[in-house]
């Protein structure tokens, strides 16, 4: 697929409120399942850790989900915290949508060349867990 025509955005938006629109599990590789069965569910052929284009930093990587739906092409990387500089750098070797869902988290800035940074609502799978200081949920259902 050549360049970001429109189908791309309608096709990133239609996965970004995907990531908005539920209450997904904290642990990284559950969360990752979820998306992509929902992902699924909602019309998008989806592929797991698809490799990146070779990065300008001189390493390659993975990306955590890669959708197609219609002509679109959705980029996925689900970080922690924060985004990560890696999932950045993964994303921009993409000619997709570029999204980076946010566990637990709202960024309040943009970030050149993603289209969205989406903050994902989690729920912990324990009290100890949402209670924990290092925890990343701010949203626990």
């Not at 239609?14 to 569910?41: C, G, K, N, P, Y």
């Not at 997709?96 to 943009?110: D, F, M, S, T």
């Amino acid at each position: 697929m050549s360049g970001r025509t429109e189908h791309h955005g309608e096709a990133g938006r239609f996965a970004a409120e995907i990531l908005r629109s539920r209450v997904w599990t904290d642990q990284a590789a559950a969360m990752h399942a979820e998306v992509a069965r929902e992902v699924t569910r909602a019309g998008f052929d989806v592929e797991f850790e698809v490799w990146a284009p070779f990065a300008d930093y001189g390493r390659a990587g993975r990306i955590d989900l890669l959708a197609g739906h219609g002509r679109g092409l959705v980029a996925i990387e689900l970080d922690a915290r924060r985004p990560r500089l890696g999932s950045i750098r993964k994303l921009l070797t993409f000619q997709a949508y570029r999204i980076i869902g946010l566990r637990g988290v709202e960024l309040e800035h943009e970030i050149f060349g993603i289209d969205e940074v989406v903050g994902m609502n989690v729920r912990c799978p324990s009290l100890a867990q949402a209670t924990e200081k290092r925890s990343v949920n701010r949203f626990a259902a």
